[in-house]
């Protein structure tokens, strides 16, 4: 079924709907002449290869982004965990050449950074909000995958030429999501450093008092 549904709303098959649909028009205002109906076929036939031609051929298998969505579910560090892992693997995979290598190495950066501050989160006596507690999951679990998920499924020509509605590529709109992303991982990294940092001040003055000089009267 999920197969079917591929192919249906593949762009090249709507290029093939929409070339028989004209067929038919004119068939039916007589402008074709004594043409039989097989005529639609043959218009559907020449749409869907316009069509491939530009977006590439429609498929039933699942392509390799497809399977990058993920559960929060679970203990937060396994599931960001699964899911960083599956969007390095991604992105190392590289389906059809489709991430260019600076733009690869920038989601591996991030992965990494977020691996950091799993880290960092594990070992910190600070604590995130529960707002930022949700962002950091998240930023893991789906905000990455369905970003390089929802950019993948563009095509490649697409993405790198043409202007959506903000003025900018898909592509380039992707490398402006992605920096938002790196933004926000360093300020949750900066915020528990500060925790950190704040307690350690507190016990380094705690241990001055306890055991520093003290004053002979």
């Known amino acids: 079924m999920n197969g079917l549904l591929r192919w249906l709303n593949a762009p090249a098959n709507w290029c093939g709907l ?5 067929v038919l028009v004119l068939k039916a205002l007589g402008l074709l002449g004594t043409l039989g109906l097989g005529v639609a076929a043959l218009g559907y036939g020449a749409g869907l290869a316009a069509g491939a031609l530009w977006w590439g051929w429609p498929s039933t298998k699942e392509d390799a982004w497809e399977a990058l969505k993920f559960e929060d579910e679970g203990d937060a560090r396994e599931a960001m965990g699964r899911a960083l892992s599956g969007v390095r693997r991604l992105t190392e995979h590289n389906p059809g050449n489709r991430i260019p290598a ?13 691996e950091g501050l799993l880290d960092q989160w594990e ?14 999951r998240h930023i893991a679990i789906s905000y990455l995958p369905q970003a ?8 490649p020509q697409f993405a790198t030429t043409k202007l959506l509605a903000n003025g ?5 709109t992707f490398e ?16 528990l450093a500060s ?21 002979i009267a």
């Open 195 to 215: 925790q950190d940092a704040q307690a350690f001040l507190r016990h380094s003055e705690f241990l001055t008092q306890k055991f520093g000089p003290k004053d």
């Open 18 to 22: 929409l070339a028989a649909t004209g």
């Open 176 to 191: 402006g999501v992605l920096a938002e992303l790196e933004t926000k991982v360093e300020q949750l990294g900066d915020d």
């Open 123 to 136: 070992r910190s006596r600070g604590q995130l909000s529960l707002q930022e507690t949700f962002h950091a």
């Open 148 to 155: 390089l998920n929802t950019y993948l499924s563009i095509p």
């Open 168 to 172: 900018k590529t898909a592509q380039t």
């Open 102 to 114: 600076p733009l690869a190495q920038r989601i591996q950066r991030l992965c990494e950074r977020l």
